[in-house]
């Protein structure tokens, strides 16, 4: 009974990564349609998002079937509950690169504002805390998990910085940018915010191994 309740988790981990690898490559073909103005790549990130919403739901049913068939304690109850966590941040993460297609989009068709240089950094440093997350709960990695908190104001720092640019170097110099403008600074916030919910996987995978509660204590990273 115990082996077979082992490989059931062992097949919750692989469907959770096959989950974060299908969102981190959203978050790469949704900053590849904005680069390349392309509505047919955006319109291809929409369409496979219906794909991720359906692995959350199938993932989530799972738990609760395991939940309630084997009643698991400690860590197999951390980890299976964690799990279901940890696939909601997945699915608000794909939702995001959604987010992004759709603001590119809107641009597609209009001159292009500037070259993209912090962005497409922004959605680099997000492809990579998204993988080392889903990494850290397939290996039960508490040192990764740390490093891809500490990551998160490297996120926070391009945000700001497209931010001032557009704002003081366009907005706030010719009106008629605005458009283009604010589709990019919303784009800057929502690989940000996609930065946010990796680390709060990275925070769940310590609680699961660990059970120690680190949301709004970074000084436990250190202990």
Do not use: W
């Not at 799990?83 to 995001?96: G, H, N, P, S, V």
């Not at 170097?169 to 946010?196: G, M, N």
């Amino acid at each position: 009974m115990q082996r077979h309740f082992d490989e059931e988790l062992a097949d919750l981990s692989k469907e959770v990564l096959r989950m974060g690898s299908l969102t981190e490559e959203s978050i790469f073909k949704s900053v590849e349609a904005l680069k390349a103005r392309s509505v047919e790549q955006a319109n291809q990130v929409i369409t496979e998002d219906k794909k991720i919403d359906e692995m959350e739901l199938a993932i989530d049913e799972k738990c609760l079937d395991l939940l309630a068939l084997h009643q698991p304690m400690a860590i197999d109850l951390r980890f299976i509950t964690m799990t279901m966590k940890i696939c909601t941040d997945l699915e608000r993460i794909a939702d995001l690169a959604v987010d992004i297609a759709q603001r590119s989009m809107e641009i597609a068709g209009k001159p292009q504002l500037k070259p993209l240089i912090d962005i497409p950094k922004l959605a680099t440093l997000a492809q990579n805390m998204v993988k080392d997350a889903i990494d850290a709960f397939v290996n039960k990695d508490v040192e990764l998990a740390k490093k891809v908190i500490l990551r998160d104001p490297d996120a926070d720092n391009l945000r700001n910085l497209v931010q001032s640019e557009l704002i003081n170097d366009y907005i706030s110099k010719d009106a008629s940018t605005a458009p283009r403008a604010v589709a990019l600074l919303l784009v800057a916030r929502h690989l940000e915010r996609i930065c946010d919910h990796t680390t709060n996987i990275a925070e769940d995978v310590i609680y699961m191994v660990e059970g120690k509660v680190v949301k709004h204590h970074l000084e436990a990273l250190g202990s």
